[in-house]
Nanobody, 121 residues
């Protein structure tokens, strides 16, 4: 059974940093992993993705230069380092695991339950 578990969310002030973790179990580490987020009243949107080897990464425009995605295949975990956080980054952040390296949510087969990030101004 595949499990995807996010952690590391919290309440921070604008300009602060957070690091989210996404631990996958029950599946090979040779999978792409992606981060998506959903703010209240808005649709889920792509944040960042990394391929299985970590060689390829891609980011959504609003987070480029502030967020960094990485992974440690030894523990089948992906990370999202978020710096210079803004109130508009407030959302539930979801990790997804799939075969394709993609920014499209439907490309991912397995999803976590999400972790809340709240950025106060």
């Amino acid at each position: 059974q595949v499990q995807v578990v996010e952690s590391g969310g919290g309440l921070v002030q604008a300009g602060d940093s957070l690091r989210l973790s996404c631990a996958a179990s029950g599946t090979s580490s040779r999978k792409s992993m992606g981060w998506f987020r959903q703010a209240p009243g808005k649709e889920r949107e792509f944040v960042a993705a990394i391929n299985w080897s970590g060689v390829m990464t891609t980011y959504a425009g609003p987070v480029k230069g502030r967020f960094t995605i990485s992974r440690d295949n030894a523990v089948n975990t992906a990370y999202l380092q978020m710096n210079s956080l803004k109130p508009e980054d407030t959302a539930a952040y979801y990790c997804a695991v799939g075969d394709r390296f993609s920014s499209v949510a439907d490309s991912y087969e397995y999803w976590g339950q999400g972790t809340q990030v709240t950025v106060s101004s």
